[in-house]
């Protein structure tokens, strides 16, 4: 059995078997569809809620049960799920007012939507869904797009029109996407602590039957789910899911060889050879949006602000290698967009794995080798710390690489590896001298909170006018190909500047039993289980 | 023993327990990163929501004040609710305590059951093979990593042979007890191993230097029964060490068990409380050292108590 990377560029094992299903479907053969089957999944975290708005994880288990008006597909390109179709411009659905400066979105719903408990999906519950998280007693991990909503109107039960404070061309990966709360079952009542927390009501194709905090959640199929297949069939098909919390990863895979656990997602690159290995067992490369970056804090040791260092840096990391030891699944990478999106640009100024021009740009910056084999200049020797998220096996092989890199030109790194709020704490507050790890962005990426001057995520205390304009530009318009345009220009001139250096793009391991079909990765942070309608368990 | 002895005891901990309490919440305080920090990376949450959070979490109050509030709570049995999941922090400990006693408990029986005849056994037979069997055998459990362990009997039981899960504490939708019972095999076993491996060393010790006394030997040379000099006489003697450092491994055993809970995934305490420190879920974390520092009170008390029972020629007044 052979790895098959997946993604809209590839024709794979998983697209022939879609296009097989499709056919089938398509032509309404005698053959019978299958149906059935109770999924397994294994998670590696504990969850701690299962309201999609306060958790700090990801929607994996939730995803089946509340859906929002748009999703993003395994393309992560967005559809409409609860709404009738994406609005855009040219459908009328996105209307600019004549200043360009702010807009109205119309969202049409779809009719005969019921709640889990059978009450009716309405544009007043898209309303109360953006009341409940904007209200700031509610303390959520993920309040995105509620504060550039100015009101929202609902003229009627299947109508939801929405009015802008300003151009939000990033608005379908926000609130409306992560999923409804209704407001039958919730209004009036605290969402800290309300035990909807535990048991969320949504119109998905699966039910919550039961969470058992630090076990598992376990979903059973909603009988009354508005979605029908091709030839009428209800779905979903799948009787239940379960999802297994598993926080140790060799356990996990030991789950995954014992059957207990059907798919798991992030399995180590250490243990694909392994797993791909069992006769039963699919091993997929999910390319999430995802990419892994060397940040340098501007706020730390005045060589990090040297051009010339950073371009050392740059020169003098062998990403080649870094891939290598991460088993070559993750590929080296030339600019902070990964290739997944269209607006990647390719032809970014590029900084090939040269140690001899590394140390002739140290050289010449005035840079020169003490006794102990460190350059230093003025008395400042080129001797920083690099901080990885401790417990990251692939960012602890990754910062070794980096290590002994840099060691060849004369810079000393020390590792400084942080976990848990302190970790977070020193990449908000920018405490570190550089950072390894990895961002991850929504199908809808806004690199202004990376980049931007006041961006939330630029603990490295970054500015440039440049970046900020460009981004400002690309952030504010919904023209597609302009927008695209701005951010080919945003990437040149930031590799120009390296504030950050791309090292590889991520990919996330997905070995799941052969049993399943119709199971499609989604590259987006919304989750592989965002489409689970039509997924069942072979006999 | 007497009850004013006990009563003594008892009161006591209380101005310990507050003194405890005092540091924990201080050290816990000082260290890096509020609860907050952890949408500190989240874009959509503006610099005025954390604002209106930390006015809400009460984190905005010097630190003196957040502890007298914290405190009153405590005493009047309002723990609050976890940051972290908005569940009230009673029933967070509660959800994960009970695994953690079940598996701590039945570990904890299972590893005296062994340990102690292992260690009598090895003390009767001193350097003879037997001795020597499972000597070599408590220096291998004690240097023996845990995980290493699990992982083997892991695939040996579930993916080997099929006979075990191999982690979890139910199967999803079977409450069963002979189902909990299966999936607490492993983990129970794992959990003694270590204990076994100590307690079976201190056993022998103990045993030996009984078995040594005076009056051991003039019970032999009355010529009482081998079987009744070592049962009646020497074995109770040599349980009283056992006894406090058995008493003090149980608060441990109970808290400790944070490997053999994540390998396993058993939802006890110890896994709560990794997760609530990364979050620094203040509430939560108060309430488990709490706890934590009350059960290793109680458990000292109880090695005084039952070394007093096991030995009569201890009082406390």
Same mark, same amino acid.
């Given at each position: ?539 | ?53 930390? *006015? +809400?979490?009460? !984190?905005?109050? /010097? #630190?003196? @004040?957040?502890? =007298?509030?914290? $405190?009153? %709570? ?105 189902? *909990? +019972?299966?999936? !607490?095999?492993? /983990? #129970?076993? @794992?959990?003694? =191993?270590?204990? $076994?491996? %100590? ?105 005084? *108590? +039952?070394?007093? !029972?096991?030995? /009569? ?5």
């Amino acid at each position: 059995m052979k790895l098959s990377p997946i993604s809209q560029h590839s024709v794979s094992r998983k697209s022939r078997l879609l296009l097989a299903l499709t056919s089938v479907l398509l032509c309404g053969t005698a053959l019978a569809q299958e149906r059935g089957g109770t999924l397994t999944v294994g998670l590696s975290y504990d969850i701690d809620t299962l309201n999609v708005y306060s958790t700090g994880f990801l929607h994996d288990a939730v995803a089946p049960v509340i859906e929002g008006l748009l999703a993003p597909d395994k393309n992560a390109k967005y559809v409409p799920v609860l709404a009738r179709e994406v609005p855009t411009v040219k459908n009328g659905g996105i209307k600019v007012a004549p200043d360009g400066k702010t807009m109205i979105i119309t969202y049409k719903l779809r009719p005969n939507v019921k709640w889990h408990d059978g009450k009716p999906f309405t544009s007043a519950d898209v309303r109360f869904t953006w009341e409940a998280v904007k209200n700031p007693k509610f303390i959520a991990e993920s309040k995105s797009g509620t504060e550039d909503i100015l009101r929202i109107d609902t003229p009627d039960p299947l109508t939801a029109v929405v009015h802008y404070k300003r151009i939000a061309p990033d608005f379908a990966s926000t609130l409306f996407t992560f999923g409804m709360l209704p407001k039958h079952a919730l209004e009036g009542k605290d969402l800290n602590t309300d035990p909807y927390n535990a048991k969320p009501l949504g119109t998905g194709p699966f039910i919550v039957k039961e969470f058992r905090r630090g076990q598992y959640v376990a979903l059973t199929r909603n009988p009354n789910y508005w979605r029908k297949d091709a030839k009428g069939q209800q779905l979903p098909y799948l009787d239940a899911m379960n999802f297994k919390i598993i926080p140790d990863s060799n356990t996990l895979v030991t789950q995954l060889r014992s059957g207990e656990v059907q798919l798991a997602y992030n399995v180590p690159y250490a243990q694909v050879k392994q797993l791909d290995a069992l006769p039963n067992m699919n091993v997929v490369q999910n390319k999430v949006l995802s990419w892994q970056h060397l940040d340098f804090n501007f706020k730390g040791p005045a060589a990090l602000r040297d051009i010339n260092v950073r371009q050392a840096f740059a020169h003098a990391i062998n990403r080649d290698a870094v891939s290598k030891a991460l088993g070559g699944y993750p590929v080296p990478i030339d600019s902070v967009v990964v290739p997944v999106f269209d607006a990647y640009n390719k032809n970014v100024p590029k900084y090939p794995y040269s140690l001899s021009r590394a140390n002739a740009i140290l050289d010449a910056a005035g840079y020169r080798r003490g006794s102990d084999g460190i350059r230093a200049k003025n008395g400042a020797r080129l001797s920083f710390n690099i901080m990885v998220q401790a417990g990251r096996p692939n960012d602890e092989v990754a910062q070794q690489v980096i290590i002994a890199n840099l060691k060849s030109i004369g810079v000393e790194l020390k590792p400084d590896n942080k976990s848990g709020v302190a970790f977070r704490e020193a990449r908000y507050n920018g405490t570190y001298d550089l950072w390894y790890g990895g961002w991850i962005t929504s199908a809808d990426p806004v690199y202004s909170v990376f980049f931007g001057s006041k961006g939330v995520n630029n603990g490295q205390s970054y500015s440039n006018p440049r970046i900020d304009q460009l981004l400002a530009q690309a952030e504010t318009t919904l023209d597609d190909d302009a927008r695209r345009a701005t951010l080919f220009t945003f990437q040149t001139e930031l590799m120009k500047d390296l504030p950050t250096l791309p090292i590889t793009t991520n990919i996330s391991m997905i070995a799941f039993t052969n049993k399943l079909v119709n199971f499609t990765p989604n590259p987006t942070n919304m989750t592989n289980f965002v489409d689970v309608a039509s997924w069942y368990l072979r006999k | 023993m007497n009850v004013s002895y006990l009563f003594k005891r008892l009161v006591s901990m209380l101005p310990l327990l507050l003194g405890v309490s005092l540091i924990l919440f201080g050290v816990l305080h000082l260290a890096p990163g509020t609860p907050l920090d952890v949408y500190a990376d989240n874009p959509s949450v503006s610099p005025e929501a954390l604002e209106q959070m930390r *006015l +809400a979490l009460g !984190l905005d109050q /010097p #630190a003196h @004040i957040q502890y =007298f509030h914290w $405190i009153r %709570g405590f005493l009047t049995g309002e723990w609050g609710y976890s940051i972290r999941t908005g569940q009230p922090v009673t029933l967070e400990v509660v959800q994960h305590l009970g695994p953690t006693m079940l598996l701590g408990g039945v570990s904890f029986l299972l590893a005296l059951l062994v340990a102690v005849p292992l260690g009598v056994i090895s003390a009767l037979r001193r350097s003879s093979a037997v001795d020597y069997t499972i000597t070599f055998g408590a220096f291998l459990g004690i240097s023996m990593p845990v995980f290493w362990l699990a992982l083997m009997l892991q695939l040996l039981f579930s993916v080997q042979w099929r006979l075990l899960p191999s982690a979890g504490m139910s199967t999803i939708g079977d409450g069963s007890v002979l189902d *909990l +019972a299966r999936h !607490l095999i492993l /983990p #129970a076993c @794992i959990l003694a =191993f270590a204990s $076994i491996a %100590g307690w079976s060393r201190y056993m022998r010790s103990s045993m030996v230097e009984v078995l040594s006394q005076d009056y051991v030997r003039t019970a032999r040379a009355k010529g009482l029964p081998g079987g009744q000099v070592v049962y009646r006489h020497a074995l109770r003697n040599a349980l009283a060490p056992m006894i406090t450092v058995v008493a003090l491994d149980f608060a441990g055993i109970v808290s400790g068990a944070v490997i053999t809970e994540t390998i396993f995934a058993w939802p006890g305490i110890g896994r709560l409380f990794i997760e609530s420190m990364n979050g620094r879920d203040y509430p939560v974390l108060m309430a488990l050292m709490m706890i934590g520092s009350l059960a290793l009170l109680i458990s000292n008390l109880i090695a005084d *108590l +039952a070394y007093a !029972l096991a030995d /009569p020629r201890i009082r406390y007044e």
